[in-house]
T-cell receptor
Framework: GAVVSQHPSWVICKSGTSVKIECRSL??????MFWYRQFPKQSLMLMAT?????????EQGVEKDKFLINHASLTLSTLTVTSAHPEDSSFYIC????????????FGPGTRLTVT | LAKTTQPISMDSYEGQEVNITCSHN???????ITWYQQFPSQGPRFIIQ???TKVTNEVASLFIPADRKSSTLSLPRVSLSDTAVYYC?????????????FGSGTRLLVRP
């Protein structure tokens, strides 16, 4: 199956700083990428959907000015958590989808963010 | 988007067959049923997808009755490494604008 990578796999940052998470589709061109957030013992929550070259569409309740998403190419999307706070500590997972495989969605390994 | 309902948790023993049922009463005509597996601190992994009747691959089988209002993921002879959370999702994956919304999932614990 297609492979999605994320970098970093884990990051610790101080409250008030910003942190960027990269999501790459390694062997396919992801026309659409998704960002999810997952708190301990909970399910994945969809944050936003982004299409290459377009602005991301955020789910209700997700602050677009706090979670900046850029999908500049068919193989790279980034999520920047701005002015991070401890409550932003979570597991962030991206996924990519391509029409080449009937829109099957492939997930990255996730990034653990801890804000101190 | 069709909502799914699954048992919160299940227990099993090594070597047993495990069947996890998912209810999706409002499934639409063009929706497919997809199951994902997730281990702690990892992204979800695709297990199997189906539209109707039965689908089988090297790791699982998926049974879908004629009315498609439910589906059952069958894991033959589970091992300790099958301990994970299993998510059932329904969506029209052929629709370029669809998005996967995860429900609560089923926590499967396989005991020695």
């Amino acid at each position: 199956g297609a492979v999605v990578s994320q970098h970093p796999s884990w990051v610790i940052c101080k409250s008030g700083t910003s942190v960027k998470i990269e999501c790459r589709s390694l062997d396919f061109q992801a026309t659409t990428m998704f960002w999810y957030r997952q708190f301990p013992k909970q399910s994945l929550m969809l944050m936003a959907t982004s299409n290459e070259g377009s602005k991301a569409t955020y789910e209700q309740g997700v602050e677009k000015d706090k979670f900046l998403i850029n999908h500049a190419s068919l193989t790279l999307s980034t999520l920047t958590v701005t002015s991070a706070h401890p409550e932003d500590s979570s597991f962030y997972i991206c996924s990519g989808r391509t029409s080449a495989t009937n829109y099957e969605q492939y997930f990255g390994p996730g990034t653990r963010l801890t804000v101190t | 988007l069709a909502k799914t309902t699954q048992p919160i948790s299940m227990d099993s023993y090594e070597g047993q067959e495990v069947n996890i049922t998912c209810s999706h009463n409002n499934i639409a005509t063009n929706d497919y049923i997809t199951w994902y597996q997730q281990f702690p601190s990892q992204g979800p992994r695709f297990i199997i997808q189906g539209y109707k009747t039965k689908v089988t691959n090297e790791v699982a089988s998926l049974f879908i009755p004629a009315d498609r209002k439910s589906s059952t993921l069958s894991l033959p002879r589970v091992s300790l490494s099958d301990t994970a959370v299993y998510y059932c999702l329904v969506a029209n994956s052929m629709d370029s604008s669809y998005k996967l919304i995860f429900g609560s999932g089923t926590r499967l614990l396989v005991r020695p």
